[in-house]
């Protein structure tokens, strides 16, 4: 599938995990017996957001650049490979400005997948969510171009739109 297809294909469901998290959070900023249950459904969808996210990042680097980061820190190189253009290739992917909310949207997923979700506070989650929604929209505005971009060029990359597969 052409990457400009996945990147708009996955857009839509990562504004309805957006939409989720913001809701539960929502709920679980007022103090009640289900607050816990509403904590663990913004973390869940937290975690589901960069996951999309990379993802897409992921499938850039292999098609595009034909050199996903690799080894121990590869989830954090290949988010800063999107700040940079590949010479040749392509152009970055995502502003600079995006890498340190990212990065922390990053650290949060590593954090959920980690460590008990009961373990999980307020104060860890909060300035995560509070600045989703400042994240999303230029971001996403930056995912449709690069879409744009890829689909101008011709599928992905000039390999004729099959992302290198035979």
Known sequence: MEIAERISGEVPELERMIKRAQTAWDKASMVSTEQDFYLDSVALNL????SGIEK?????????????????????????????????KRP???????????????RFRHLVRN????????EKVAPIIAGLSELWVPLKDELLAFAE????????????????RP
């Not at 975690?47 to 960069?50: F, N, P, R």
């Not at 992921?58 to 999107?82: C, F, Q, S, Y």
């Not at 970055?92 to 990053?106: E, G, T």
């Open 149 to 164: 971009y890829t689909d101008d060029m011709g599928g992905d990359g000039g390999d004729g739109g099959d992302g290198g």
């Open 56 to 88: 897409l990042f992921e499938l850039i680097a292999v098609h595009l650049d034909d050199n996903p980061p690799k080894g121990k820190t590869w989830h954090r190189d290949l988010l800063r490979k999107m700040t940079q253009e590949v010479p040749g």
């Open 92 to 106: 970055a992917v995502i502003a600079c400005d995006r890498l340190p909310r990212l990065d922390a949207l990053r």
């Open 47 to 50: 975690h589901g957001i960069y």
């Open 115 to 122: 460590v008990y979700t009961f373990n999980l506070a307020l």
